[in-house]
């Protein structure tokens, strides 16, 4: 969070006397994100906002505004897309009570006196290497009918016959989590490392002095201390999974019957071309549904700094 | 003393190691399914390892017209590069201006940088993106692209970067100054080549996210096949429909297009992993 900490940081004002030469090198050198800013960020954003006001489907002729009806049609009629929000906060309800304990479970391994921590460090970090349609095939041939977890399973006697994990929407949720967890679970493990490193060993061998047992010492010594990092884990895990999209799309492509589509695969599935089925959507609407999306995940955020703060100054 | 160590940390080991299989398997299931032949996927594909490992899909997947490998390994290897390039120039200097310069207007436009990692309209924004391409003659391909890439901001690397330059002492400019440097002349002399660590920081990490991204290569590259990257490619092999006859290729290019990722990850896992570490303190 130091980047918020540098944009608010107050400096004393002192009128600053400038070299020309510096500023005309300054501007020089940042000219090109200066010009990108405003051609390939805001323009695209002003574009994609006014845009959610009218009908318009690629054809200039066709385009007409329409006022409110795009807004309308999402708060009244749409129901595939608040069924798509609430599968994105299943999977994040799904995902993050797996990874998380998971991540930190594997750090407080690591962060024991053990050899080749190095090794196994980078080992956990691996998967987070590879790229999601990589991934998406992986765990297509692995979760296949014929594949090899079905094999597993059943040799551990866990399922009796063989599933077809992509045909019924649960199974293909859990899917969906597992290969999600997979592909990012290791950044985590390095966050949580990182928190534990600062916790100082003083702090242990008193508690191991005074008998403490090792569920003692976790939960009243290790989670409260690394609580800051952990408020900022769960922060960036949240947001990820929120936004999660692509991975969708190269793990299931929102099926069985877009039982699986988030928020973000449906927006992309629905309206960005190669992706979108139909010819001559209304991408009016789709500019109006990024825009309420945007709008939504912005409160999320800000609403979950919010009350992580207020909890932080309770304690 | 030394002994009774050891056995307390034993299931720490024993731990760690059946997590590492369990992590590793989906990668060691890809190796080895990679080395079946045709037959034996069909006739066992609920089997780990290969009755009779052949490379027939290595050999296949490098002739086949299914698809083009060596045509999609030139296109990631290509656009990998120039997005590394693009990077490693924009985090530097914007780094630096932002860290060191004094100029009108520095104060609210980093803000404004910073803030659009917030703002996000999403994959909507393709479809202004593709007239402004248009506007300066350039269709959707992957130089396309790329050229939107040279206009982005790279914000997470900047500030990864920015933070590096603000450990070095400001003494080291000042004397260049005295010795008649410019600003540009400080950047290129003294604070680049401190830089180093850094910046194989921000190589390695972009290096990894543009040979694996997959989304925008594949909506500029949709009418132009020829432009695919391996991400691309072998993701639409998959949805071709008669993937079950494409498994063994599949897997086969699926490994080749890790092995960079690998031989990077090897070589430069300790730029990774600070990386990582550095960027969500930072970030």
Redesign the interface.
Known sequence: MKLLHNITAKKPVVREKYDKAEVVQCYLMIGLQIIGLLLVTLYPICWAIRLAWYYYDGVLSSTRFVGFENFITIFTKDTVYWRTWLTTIKFTLMKLPIELPFAMFIALLLNAKIKAKGFFRSVFFLPTLIGSAIIGVIFFSLFDYFGIMNAILKSLGIISSSIDWFADPSKAMLVLVLGSVWSTFGSNVLYFLAALKNIPSEVYESADLDGASKFVVFFKITLPMIAPILQMILLLSINGTLHVGDFVLVMTAGGPSGSTHTVMSYIINSFVPGFAVEQGVNIGYGCALSLVTSVFMTIIAIAYMKISTRLANMY | MKKT?MKN?LP??I??FV??VI??F??I??LL?SLKSQMEFFNS????FPEKATLVNYKSVLTSDRIDLKTMLFNSTYYTICCVVINLI?SA??A???ER????G?KI????????M????????????F??LNAIHLNRSLLGLIV?K????PIVYI?LVR?YVATIPKELDEAAKIDGC???GI?WRIILPVLKPILATVGVLSF?AS?????MP??FT?SNPKQQTL??G??A???TGE?AAN?GL??AA?VI??IP?LVA?IFG?RY??DG??EG????
């Not at chain 2, 594909?45 to 780990?48: E, F, N, P, Q």
């Not at chain 2, 040279?150 to 901001?153: A, R």
């Not at chain 2, 040979?211 to 989304?215: K, V």
């Open positions: 160590k940390l720490v080991y731990s760690l997590l590492m992590v590793l989906p990668l299931y890809t399914a594909a609920d089997k780990l924009a200097m914007n630096y201006v932002f310069g004094r100029f009108p520095k436009i980093f803000t404004v940088f910073s803030s659009l917030f703002i996000n309209m999403g994959s909507i924004t393709v479809y202004p993106l007239d402004i939107i040279l206009l982005g901001i500030v933070s410019s600003f540009f950047f990894n040979w694996n991204e997959y989304l594949s909506i949709l991400m691309v072998i993701y092999l998959k949805s993937s498994w599949m897997l699926a297009a890790l990722v990850f896992n990774f992993i990582i570490t969500a303190v930072k970030g």
